[in-house]
C-alpha cells in the first residue's frame, strides 16, 4: 500500500488519480482519427533491425502508446497492447507482417494505453509484467494483471532472439519495466521516456504517477541505469524512433528540473509560488502548476 507523509498533498494525488481515471474512461471509446492521423499509426519497420516493427503510439488518448512486434519463426513477442478495445486492431496490423501466433505479452507498466488489451491477449499468450504492474492493476480493479511476474529481470528467447525485461526502479510509476531485443541493441523504455508530440500537436512532457508510485526524485537515477544497456535505438513509450543520446538529454533535462525545484525548496519557495517562481521555457515541458507542486511535495519529503 502506498504511505503518505504528512507533507504530501493528498487532496493533489486524489486529483491526479481523477484525471488519469478521466483520460482511460475517455480511452476506452474508440476515437475516430483523420486520414493522416490514421497512416502515421501504422505498422513499420524498425530500420535496420531485422524482425523487429513498431506500431505507433504518440498518445495516451487517440494513439496509445508504442507497441513494439518481435517477429521470430516460432511465434511473436509483443511489447504493449495500447487500450482495452484495441486486440483487433493490433491483430490486423501484426497479420501484415506475419502469421506467426502471438506467444508473448509484455507490459512496461500497467496504464490503460499500454497494458488495455492484456485481457484479451491471454487465452493464447503468456502475459508478463513487473510485480507491481500486477499489484497497481489489480488495486486500481483493472482487466488483464499479468499472471507471470518478475521482480528484477527476466528473459524470453525465441529462435535466436532474446528479449530481455528489467526492472531498475522507480519513475513514471512503481513498475517501469525495460525491455531489450538484445541481439538488435533496441529498447522500449515504455513512459520512461517519451519524445516529442501527441497525435493532436501537442507536447509531450513526463507525467509521475504518484498515485501508483511513480517518482520524479528516482526517476533520474532509474534511467541512468537504463544508460547502462547495451543498445543503440530506442522505441519511446510515445513518440518516434530515436537514439541513446536522445535518452541522455530527456535525463538530463529532467535532472535539471529536479534541481531548480529542489533550489527553490532550499529558498523557502512555497509550494504555492513554486510554478511562478520556476523557469523551464527551456525545457520545453508544458507542466501544469499542479504537475509541479506535486513534484515539490514530493522532494520536500524527501530533502
Same mark, same amino acid.
Given at each position: 500500500?502506498?504511505?503518505?507523509?504528512?507533507?504530501?498533498?493528498?487532496?493533489?494525488?486524489?486529483a491526479?488519480?481523477? =484525471?488519469?481515471?478521466t483520460?482511460?474512461?475517455?480511452?476506452?471509446?474508440?476515437?475516430? =482519427?483523420?486520414e493522416?492521423? =490514421?497512416?502515421?499509426?501504422?505498422?513499420?519497420?524498425?530500420?535496420?533491425?531485422?524482425?523487429?516493427?513498431?506500431?505507433?503510439?504518440?498518445?495516451?488518448?487517440?494513439?496509445?502508446?508504442?507497441? +513494439?512486434?518481435?517477429?521470430?519463426?516460432?511465434?511473436? #513477442?509483443?511489447?504493449?497492447?495500447?487500450?482495452?478495445?484495441?486486440?483487433?486492431?493490433?491483430?490486423?496490423? #501484426?497479420?501484415?507482417?506475419?502469421?506467426?501466433?502471438?506467444?508473448?505479452? =509484455?507490459?512496461?507498466?500497467?496504464?490503460?494505453?499500454h497494458?488495455?488489451?492484456?485481457?484479451?491477449?491471454?487465452p493464447?499468450?503468456?502475459v !508478463?509484467g513487473?510485480?507491481?504492474?500486477?499489484?497497481?492493476?489489480?488495486?486500481?480493479?483493472?482487466?488483464? +494483471?499479468?499472471?507471470?511476474?518478475?521482480?528484477?529481470?527476466?528473459? !524470453?528467447?525465441?529462435?535466436?532472439?532474446?528479449?530481455?525485461?528489467?526492472?531498475?526502479?522507480?519513475?513514471?510509476?512503481?513498475?517501469?519495466?525495460?525491455?531489450?531485443? +538484445?541481439?538488435?541493441?533496441?529498447?522500449?523504455?515504455?513512459?520512461?521516456?517519451?519524445?516529442?508530440?501527441?497525435?493532436?500537436?501537442?507536447?509531450?512532457?513526463?507525467? !509521475?504517477?504518484?498515485?501508483?508510485?511513480?517518482?520524479?526524485?528516482?526517476?533520474?537515477?532509474?534511467?541512468?541505469?537504463?544508460?547502462?544497456?547495451?543498445?543503440?535505438?530506442v522505441?519511446?513509450?510515445?513518440?518516434? !524512433?530515436?537514439?541513446?543520446?536522445?535518452?541522455?538529454?530527456?535525463?538530463?533535462?529532467?535532472?535539471?528540473? #529536479?534541481?531548480?525545484?529542489?533550489?527553490?525548496?532550499?529558498?523557502?519557495?512555497?509550494?504555492?509560488?513554486?510554478?511562478?517562481e520556476?523557469?523551464?521555457?527551456?525545457?520545453?515541458?508544458?507542466?501544469s502548476?499542479p504537475?509541479?507542486?506535486?513534484?515539490?511535495?514530493?522532494?520536500?519529503?524527501?530533502?
Amino acid at each position: 500500500m502506498l504511505k503518505f507523509t504528512t507533507k504530501t498533498n493528498v487532496l493533489l494525488v486524489f486529483a491526479y488519480i481523477l =484525471l488519469t481515471l478521466t483520460t482511460i474512461a475517455n480511452a476506452q471509446d474508440r476515437p475516430t =482519427l483523420t486520414e493522416e492521423q =490514421l497512416a502515421r499509426v501504422q505498422i513499420q519497420a524498425v530500420p535496420g533491425k531485422e524482425g523487429l516493427f513498431v506500431i505507433p503510439g504518440f498518445d495516451g488518448g487517440l494513439s496509445g502508446g508504442n507497441v +513494439a512486434v518481435r517477429v521470430t519463426d516460432n511465434g511473436v #513477442v509483443l511489447v504493449d497492447n495500447k487500450f482495452p478495445y484495441s486486440h483487433d486492431d493490433i491483430m490486423t496490423q #501484426v497479420r501484415k507482417v506475419s502469421e506467426a501466433p502471438i506467444r508473448y505479452v =509484455l507490459n512496461t507498466h500497467h496504464h490503460s494505453d499500454h497494458a488495455g488489451s492484456n485481457a484479451d491477449f491471454m487465452p493464447g499468450a503468456q502475459v !508478463i509484467g513487473h510485480e507491481n504492474v500486477r499489484a497497481n492493476m489489480l488495486r486500481n480493479n483493472q482487466a488483464g +494483471a499479468p499472471p507471470v511476474i518478475y521482480s528484477h529481470s527476466t528473459s !524470453i528467447f525465441m529462435d535466436d532472439a532474446e528479449i530481455q525485461a528489467h526492472y531498475y526502479g522507480r519513475g513514471h510509476t512503481s513498475g517501469d519495466s525495460v525491455i531489450l531485443f +538484445a541481439e538488435l541493441r533496441t529498447v522500449h523504455t515504455g513512459d520512461l521516456f517519451i519524445w516529442g508530440q501527441r497525435l493532436d500537436g501537442s507536447t509531450l512532457a513526463p507525467f !509521475i504517477d504518484f498515485a501508483n508510485g511513480g517518482s520524479a526524485a528516482e526517476w533520474t537515477d532509474t534511467l541512468d541505469q537504463v544508460l547502462q544497456l547495451d543498445f543503440d535505438t530506442v522505441i519511446p513509450g510515445h513518440g518516434p !524512433i530515436l537514439s541513446k543520446a536522445e535518452i541522455r538529454v530527456f535525463r538530463d533535462k529532467f535532472s535539471i528540473l #529536479v534541481e531548480r525545484i529542489e533550489a527553490l525548496i532550499e529558498r523557502g519557495v512555497g509550494r504555492d509560488s513554486v510554478a511562478g517562481e520556476l523557469s523551464i521555457d527551456d525545457l520545453n515541458w508544458p507542466l501544469s502548476a499542479p504537475a509541479l507542486q506535486a513534484i515539490y511535495d514530493e522532494l520536500l519529503d524527501t530533502n
